[in-house]
Nanobody
Framework: QVQLVESGGGLVQAGGSLRLSCAAS????????MSWFRQAPGKEREFVAA????????YYGDSVKGRFTISRDNAKNTVFLQMNSLKPDDTAVYYC????????????????WGQGTQVTVSS
């Protein structure tokens, strides 16, 4: 069983940066691939970024490539999402997710979800 708790969301102006964190419980964190998804009001959940268990493999959604960076610290049971050059279209609730897979980019692959953290980008 893995419990995930996101933090770091907030209100930022366009062009600014935020760093999201997702803290995981359990000693087996390093076994799980981790991903970030987001959901804006009235829209479907969207893939943002993924990372494999070691951190050596990462994937990004087209809309965030070159602006967002996913990383993880297995010693601290934490995955991060560094978000730079934020745009109003990045406004959404951001969720981290874990899966017992090599890496995953689809929401239905996730085994565990956090409660989400709100990111609001003003223009």
């Amino acid at each position: 069983q893995v419990q995930l708790v996101e933090s770091g969301g907030g209100l930022v102006q366009a062009g600014g940066s935020l760093r999201l964190s997702c803290a995981a419980s359990g000693r087996t964190f390093g076994w799980y691939a981790m991903s970030w998804f987001r959901q804006a009001p009235g829209k479907e959940r969207e893939f943002v970024a993924a990372i494999n268990w070691s951190g050596g493999l990462t994937y990004y959604g087209d809309s965030v490539k070159g602006r967002f960076t996913i990383s993880r610290d297995n010693a601290k049971n934490t995955v991060f999402l560094q978000m730079n050059s934020l745009k109003p279209d990045d406004t959404a609730v951001y969720y981290c997710a874990a899966a017992s897979a090599s890496v995953f980019t689809t929401a239905n692959t996730a085994d565990y979800w956090g409660q989400g953290t709100q990111v609001t980008v003003s223009s």
